[in-house]
T-cell receptor, first 115, second 112 residues
Framework: AQSVTQLGSHVSVSEGALVLLRCNYSSSVPPYLFWYVQYPNQGLQLLLKYTSAATLVKGINGFEAEFKKSETSFHLTKPSAHMSDAAEYFC?????????????FGGGTRVLVKP | DAGVIQSPRHEVTEMGQEVTLRCKPI?????LFWYRQTMMRGLELLIY????????DSGMPEDRFSAKMPNASFSTLKIQPSEPRDSAVYFCACRLVGNEQFFGPGTRLTVL
């Protein structure tokens, strides 16, 4: 079975400050990991994904995440927050191949950006 | 490409009524997924199809829920009869093998 834990349901950052969103996963097989962003009243949009290639993954909008197997973590960072980053962020895990169809999502972290 | 299209975007109905949610996936994507999002339970996978065939419906909450995919460009999720606890945002997503899932904008369902 797979599971995802996102530490902190709400995060508040100042504009220009570092954004750090934590994600820990459990998986019995090498995982595929994803970060999605959801803006108000919209669907989920993929930020980045890890699929067993480079452990440091760069995504859209200046976000990146590092896969750390020893820590079973896939934390999301952005060096400098922008007001447009205010949204809810979801970490998700799946297995590879055909089994990769079943995404398991974390509970989400809502980011508030203060001017 | 217009992306995943869902209709209606908002639905308000009374308990006991039938509700039908619709989804048009991205052309060529052969996997289609239905999710439900609530504050209490987060994002849950309800069912997914591959090449129009239901593969896993283990997430469908009960017999009141049914989903169909009559062709590659259309899917429905039906709730009959609806109950207040079905109030949620329902997302449709699609996937091309090997790639990530693309989500629609969702249908916000309110059952009074």
């Amino acid at each position: 079975a797979q599971s995802v834990t996102q530490l902190g349901s709400h995060v508040s950052v100042s504009e220009g400050a570092l954004v750090l969103l934590r994600c820990n996963y459990s998986s019995s097989v090498p995982p595929y990991l994803f970060w999605y962003v959801q803006y108000p009243n919209q669907g989920l949009q993929l930020l980045l994904k890890y699929t067993s290639a480079a452990t440091l993954v760069k995504g859209i909008n200046g976000f990146e995440a590092e896969f750390k197997k020893s820590e079973t973590s896939f934390h999301l960072t952005k060096p400098s927050a922008h007001m447009s980053d205010a949204a809810e962020y979801f970490c998700a895990v799946s297995r590879g191949g055909a089994a990769g169809n079943k995404l398991t999502f974390g509970g989400g972290t809502r980011v508030l950006v203060k001017p | 490409d217009a992306g995943v299209i869902q209709s209606p975007r908002h639905e308000v109905t009374e308990m006991g009524q039938e509700v039908t949610l619709r989804c048009k996936p991205i052309s060529g994507h052969d996997y289609l997924f239905w999710y439900r999002q609530t504050m209490m339970r987060g994002l849950e996978l309800l069912i997914y199809f591959n090449n129009n065939v239901p593969i896993d419906d283990s997430g469908m909450p009960e017999d009141r829920f049914s989903a169909k995919m009559p062709n590659a460009s259309f899917s429905t999720l039906k709730i009959q009869p609806s109950e207040p606890r079905d109030s949620a945002v329902y997302f449709c997503a699609c996937r091309l093998v090997g790639n990530e899932q693309f989500f629609g904008p969702g249908t916000r369902l309110t059952v009074l």
